[in-house]
């Protein structure tokens, strides 16, 4: 009997990287052709075919014709005469042609039995290696094509991971002694009015006036307010109960049926919409109205400062509004970028962080992983086998 073709196994339990794991599925692919070439390009898919043809026949009639009725006997006599065309219809240079003879010689009887078809199919085996060789070349294909994606996958991230170490170097760099108060002070400030004037605000505007605010956001990307839900958002528009503030309609919430009557529109309505979103409604604050410490570049500051101003504007008194534009004039300091890197490595820094930057092994762990990318670079350019 014919030794079949299969996948090597991974002689090691080590998990290859993915540009192991792309070079192992090339060299599969480039192997699987080698072995189809040796024997034949159009050889190989002639005798692959012609088994497939011979499998397929025995699989359909392996139920049907064994047995003694009158059907197992009609269909005995079908596959046979199905399986003796197909023989006699093959080439006589057919690769292992001589195994479909032999694999009709073993049903060539009055009666099967399934061990019958099992010695056909034994009978096949020298053919069905041609079979494999085809299937071997495809799984190497799909192998290659998975491989290619991880690889390419992991090429993404080694972007990423190459951006933090990097930022993680130059925050090596910066003056922990610089004075980041200069920066923290005037953020500080402003946080803490825009939180004490939004919930002021919330207190004194309507719900539906609210919502006006907050789905205005969705326009600026820096002001992250959550959107109201669709059917919260239209009991609000359309109810009466919308003229009431959000912490009145909270309280609501918590009134039994009847004593609600005297407050709102209904009692029921309310219940169905406000009482099962008070998680969404209690959040709602000046969070997406404030600035995080450490601050962002500066450009990306600007751009927030800019885009929070008219929300501000809305909610805060011009004091308020002073504070905000305070911020943004520390971005055009001589020493902004100084003294946002030095916060930054303040928060960011982790002692152990500290110490790889100290002992030079972040620096290390940095040119490991370019070398890492430009490999798998290289990799994802060649073409490969067909």
């Given at each position: 009997?014919?030794?079949?073709v299969?996948?090597?196994?991974?002689?090691?339990?080590?998990?290859?990287?993915?540009?192991?794991a792309?070079?192992?599925?090339?060299?599969?692919?480039?192997?699987?052709?080698?072995?189809?070439?040796?024997?034949?390009?159009?050889a190989?898919?002639?005798?692959?075919?012609?088994?497939?043809?011979?499998?397929?026949?025995l699989?359909?009639y392996?139920?049907?014709?064994?047995?003694?009725g009158?059907?197992?006997?009609?269909?005995?006599?079908?596959?046979?005469?199905?399986?003796?065309?197909?023989?006699?219809?093959?080439?006589?240079?057919?690769?292992?042609r001589?195994a479909?003879?032999?694999?009709?010689?073993?049903?060539?009887?009055?009666?099967?039995?399934?061990?019958?078809?099992?010695?056909?199919r034994?009978?096949l085996?020298?053919?069905?290696?041609?079979?494999?060789?085809?299937?071997?070349?495809?799984?190497?294909?799909?192998?290659?094509?998975?491989?290619?994606?991880?690889?390419?996958?992991?090429?993404?991230?080694?972007?990423?991971?190459?951006?933090?170490?990097?930022?993680?170097?130059?925050?090596?760099?910066?003056?922990?002694?610089?004075?980041?108060?200069?920066?923290?002070?005037?953020?500080?400030?402003?946080?803490?009015?825009?939180?004490?004037?939004?919930?002021?605000?919330?207190?004194?505007t309507?719900?539906?006036?609210v919502?006006?605010l907050?789905?205005?956001?969705?326009?600026?990307?820096?002001?992250?307010?959550r959107?109201?839900?669709?059917?919260?958002r239209?009991?609000?528009?359309?109810?009466?109960?919308?003229?009431?503030?959000?912490?009145?309609?909270?309280?609501?919430?918590?009134?039994?049926?009847?004593?609600?009557?005297?407050?709102?529109?209904?009692?029921?309505?309310?219940?169905?919409?406000?009482?099962?979103?008070?998680?969404?409604?209690?959040?709602?604050?000046?969070?997406?109205?404030?600035?995080?410490?450490?601050?962002?570049?500066?450009?990306?500051?600007?751009?927030?400062?800019?885009?929070?101003?008219?929300?501000?504007?809305?909610?805060?008194?011009?004091?308020?509004v002073d504070?905000?534009?305070?911020?943004?004039?520390?971005?055009?300091?001589?020493?902004?970028?100084?003294?946002?890197?030095?916060?930054?490595?303040?928060?960011?820094?982790?002692?152990?962080?500290?110490?790889?930057?100290?002992?030079?092994?972040?620096?290390?762990?940095?040119?490991?992983?370019?070398?890492?990318?430009?490999?798998?670079?290289?990799?994802?350019?060649?073409?490969?086998?067909?």
């Amino acid at each position: 009997m014919s030794e079949r073709v299969h996948p090597a196994a991974d002689d090691g339990d080590e998990t290859p990287t993915p540009l192991e794991a792309l070079e192992a599925a090339r060299e599969r692919l480039e192997q699987a052709n080698r072995r189809i070439e040796d024997h034949g390009s159009d050889a190989v898919a002639e005798a692959a075919e012609a088994y497939r043809n011979a499998d397929d026949l025995l699989t359909e009639y392996v139920d049907r014709a064994t047995g003694t009725g009158r059907e197992n006997f009609q269909a005995y006599v079908e596959l046979e005469g199905q399986f003796s065309t197909l023989v006699e219809s093959l080439p006589d240079d057919l690769k292992a042609r001589a195994a479909f003879d032999d694999a009709l010689d073993a049903i060539d009887k009055r009666r099967l039995s399934e061990s019958d078809f099992e010695r056909a199919r034994d009978a096949l085996e020298p053919a069905a290696q041609y079979a494999d060789l085809l299937d071997e070349r495809e799984a190497a294909r799909e192998a290659l094509d998975d491989a290619r994606t991880v690889a390419a996958k992991r090429r993404r991230e080694l972007d990423d991971e190459i951006g933090e170490r990097e930022r993680l170097v130059e925050l090596g760099t910066a003056d922990l002694d610089a004075p980041v108060e200069r920066l923290r002070d005037p953020i500080e400030h402003y946080n803490e009015a825009v939180r004490e004037a939004f919930s002021a605000y919330l207190h004194e505007t309507s719900a539906r006036d609210v919502f006006t605010l907050l789905e205005r956001s969705q326009w600026y990307p820096f002001v992250e307010f959550r959107q109201p839900p669709a059917d919260l958002r239209e009991y609000v528009e359309a109810s009466a109960d919308g003229e009431d503030t959000i912490p009145e309609l909270l309280e609501f919430a918590d009134y039994s049926r009847s004593k609600l009557e005297h407050y709102v529109e209904s009692a029921d309505v309310l219940k169905r919409r406000v009482a099962t979103q008070q998680t969404y409604l209690d959040g709602i604050d000046a969070e997406p109205l404030t600035v995080e410490w450490p601050p962002g570049p500066a450009g990306a500051l600007r751009r927030r400062v800019r885009e929070y101003r008219p929300f501000v504007a809305r909610v805060a008194d011009e004091e308020t509004v002073d504070q905000l534009r305070a911020v943004r004039e520390c971005t055009f300091e001589d020493e902004y970028d100084r003294l946002q890197t030095a916060a930054q490595a303040v928060v960011r820094l982790t002692p152990d962080e500290r110490e790889q930057l100290a002992s030079g092994a972040l620096d290390a762990e940095l040119e490991a992983l370019r070398e890492e990318q430009a490999a798998l670079e290289a990799a994802l350019e060649v073409d490969d086998p067909v």
